[in-house]
Nanobody, 127 residues
């Protein structure tokens, strides 16, 4: 079992950058594939990005491709989401999640695929 804790959210202006962190504890972080999801007010939780356990494979939602970068440092038991060129549509609670398995895109982009979740961190982008 692994516990996840997000940090790094905040209030920024359009065009700014933020880096979110997801610190893992309780189990071997390096065995998990890591994902980031977000949930805006009144909407469902949507996929943002995912990275494989070794960091060699990753995938992004079209809405963030070219602006966001997912990474991980297995030595620090931490995953990251670097967010650049933020816009108001990026406003949401951001969650990190851990999955024991990698799989096809239809799976790794689904909330059901992930076994563990953090509590979330709020990101608000003002125009």
């Amino acid at each position: 079992q692994v516990q996840l804790a997000e940090s790094g959210g905040g209030l920024v202006q359009a065009g700014d950058s933020l880096r979110l962190s997801c610190a893992a504890s309780g189990s071997a972080f390096s065995i998990y594939n890591m994902g980031w999801f977000r949930q805006a007010p009144g909407k469902g939780r949507e996929f943002v990005a995912t990275i494989s356990r070794g960091g060699a494979a990753f995938y992004y939602a079209d809405s963030v491709k070219g602006r966001f970068t997912i990474s991980r440092d297995n030595g620090k038991n931490t995953a990251y989401l670097q967010m650049n060129s933020l816009n108001p549509e990026d406003t949401a609670v951001y969650y990190c999640a851990a999955a024991a398995k990698w799989g096809p895109i239809t799976s790794i982009t689904s909330t059901d695929w992930y076994d563990y979740w953090g509590q979330g961190t709020q990101v608000t982008v003002s125009s």
